[in-house]
T-cell receptor, first 117, second 113 residues
Framework: DADVTQTPRNRITKTGKRIMLECSQTKGHDRMYWYRQDPGLGLRLIYYSFDVKDINKGEISDGYSVSRQAQAKFSLSLESAIPNQTALYFC????????????????FGEGSRLTVL | SQQGEEDPQALSIQEGENATMNCSYKTSINNLQWYRQNSGRGLVHLILIRSNEREKHSGRLRVTLDTSKKSSSLLITASRAADTASYFCATDSMNSGYSTLTFGKGTMLLVSP
């Protein structure tokens, strides 16, 4: 089984619908992230969480919300989907390395491809 | 905003040749990482180099970091068709008291048999 699992892997929806993308991990990491990938734009950070009670906005949080239900679960919601939210979404985790704040290796899920019509 | 920018955007070589990709960034960093992505798949971590390191090796990979020029390079030696993928640099920097990774736009590498 994958260490970082995303569901659904593919989703087609219509404008205005509420969508939830779910992420679960078995790595025991405290830190979890949601990134969005668009062709030619690389990955951009949407939200991140450093523990269950900690939620932070990333570079492009408008139109998105998140919930950290447990250490192992981090879900991303689009309250009212719009076509320009069509993208490949990635969940990732990392371990806290201690000492000076820094981000170690990220472990990615296989992605959730969302199409908003 | 993008912190890292990879160059070139695309690279096409023959098996056995070396591939060099470059990454430039704008602000000071804690570390710089390189990731690989096969088409439509999740990213896989390749190597991490800290701001006080200048060079690091892992198998056929060699990464250099020049903090004075705010640049890094990834060298893949003796490339194979299986190395065909997109490669991203990611910089770890502080943002409002938190450390997060910011990714570049990537270099698409095509290795032909």
């Amino acid at each position: 089984d994958a260490d970082v699992t995303q569901t659904p892997r593919n989703r087609i929806t219509k404008t205005g619908k509420r969508i939830m993308l779910e992420c679960s991990q078995t790595k025991g990491h405290d830190r979890m992230y949601w990134y969005r990938q668009d062709p030619g734009l690389g990955l951009r950070l949407i939200y991140y969480s450093f523990d269950v009670k900690d939620i932070n906005k990333g570079e492009i949080s408008d139109g998105y919300s998140v919930s950290r239900q447990a250490q192992a679960k981090f879900s991303l919601s689009l309250e009212s989907a719009i076509p320009n939210q069509t993208a490949l979404y990635f969940c990732a985790t990392s371990d806290y390395t201690g000492g000076v704040p820094n981000t170690g290796e990220l472990f990615f899920g296989e992605g959730s491809r969302l199409t908003v019509l | 905003s993008q912190q890292g920018e990879e160059d070139p955007q695309a690279l096409s070589i023959q098996e056995g040749e070396n591939a060099t990709m470059n990454c430039s960034y704008k602000t000071s960093i804690n570390n710089l990482q390189w990731y690989r992505q096969n088409s439509g798949r999740g990213l896989v971590h390749l190597i991490l180099i800290r701001s006080n390191e200048r060079e690091k090796h892992s198998g056929r990979l060699r990464v250099t970091l020049d903090t004075s020029k705010k640049s890094s390079s990834l060298l893949i030696t003796a490339s194979r068709a299986a190395d065909t993928a997109s490669y991203f640099c990611a910089t770890d920097s502080m943002n409002s008291g938190y450390s997060t990774l910011t990714f570049g736009k990537g270099t698409m590498l095509l290795v032909s048999p």
